[in-house]
């Protein structure tokens, strides 16, 4: 019997695999932003994950999302005894290639001890390591049992100097591809007597337009018809309220981007959510693709009336 194919990035009926991401560290050194950074970027995440069971959790990944899924796991100090047995794969990975057949990378976040407490301290809670000692303590015991995870690090992130969105822009410089770290805006279109989205960061009111509706030949039709989307962008003001609009959320578009925010919902709303607003949302969409943003339309209430 011939031997298996091996999996190679040549052989194109292998697919690509995702990475996995080992996600370590000191308490308060921005593990959780970290993470969260990841699952921003596309990664799935599990925290507080047993290094013992990396094996299992990659398996139920590749089978549920499939194997090109990038994945991240969150190991730390809560994990005692079970850091051998990350040490163990790590080694394996290492010395025999990875078995799983996934690019692995250690990140390891540090910070300095005056910083590390200070953050404690201002979330008021224990060091895991704590017991009955100091919270400088518990930090001392930590950094011992994670000396030679340090030192082993593909990629070390201190972040004593660091605030939240900085840490976030390192993840993502270092994890990030031009897809997952681009802006995406979602354009929705809504009827206010169905109630304005309550997660939308701007709402734009299409009411002072003249409504289809009570053009008989457009009333039974959408904001996606072109002789509806045509009227409605013709009427006065209509030009002139796009015209002002787009350079406003391309300007806050940036400032998300610098601050690390990767999602922007704009409401577009007119009475029922079926003309004026789908046309306007769909011509925002366009604009906004084709400035370079990731936008997308989408309409809520379309098809309730």
Not at 74 to 97: H, I, K, M, N, W
Not at 98 to 125: C, I, K, S, Y
């Amino acid at each position: 019997m011939a031997p298996d194919t091996p999996e190679t990035p040549e052989n194109p009926e292998i697919p690509e695999r995702g990475e996995l991401v080992i996600v370590t560290g000191m308490t308060g050194a921005g593990r959780s932003t970290a993470a969260k950074e990841l699952e921003d970027l596309g990664y799935y995440v599990v925290d507080n994950l047993p290094p013992s069971l990396l094996p299992d959790v990659i398996r139920l990944v590749d089978e549920s999302h499939g194997p090109r899924q990038k994945v991240a796991v969150v190991v730390d100090v809560r994990s005692g005894s079970f850091f051998a047995g990350l040490r163990t794969f790590l080694a394996q990975r290492r010395d025999l290639g990875d078995p799983h057949g996934r690019r692995t990378t250690l990140l390891f976040l540090d910070a300095a001890d005056d910083v590390l407490v200070r953050r404690q301290e201002a979330v008021r809670r224990p060091h895991p390591l704590q017991a009955s000692g100091r919270l400088l303590d518990g930090l001392h015991r930590e950094r011992r049992a994670l000396a030679d995870l340090r030192g082993e690090a593909d990629l070390t992130i201190d972040t004593t100097s660091l605030n939240v969105h900085q840490l976030t822009d390192r993840v993502a410089e270092a994890f990030g591809t031009p897809e997952s770290t681009a802006l995406k805006v979602t354009v929705i279109s809504f009827g206010f007597k169905y109630g304005i989205p309550v997660d939308a960061d701007f709402v734009a009111d299409m009411r002072f337009l003249p409504n289809p509706h009570w053009v008989p030949e457009l009333k039974h039709n959408t904001g996606r018809d072109a002789d509806v989307a045509d009227f409605v962008k013709a009427q006065p003001g209509a030009a002139e309220f796009l015209d002002g609009y787009l350079p406003v959320l391309m300007g806050v578009a940036d400032g998300y981007l610098r601050e690390g925010k990767r999602f922007m919902r704009v409401a577009i709303g007119c009475t029922g959510g079926k003309h004026r607003s789908v046309a306007m949302t769909e011509e925002i969409a366009d604009r906004l693709r084709a400035a370079g943003f990731d936008a997308k339309p989408v309409h809520r209430d379309l098809g309730r009336e």
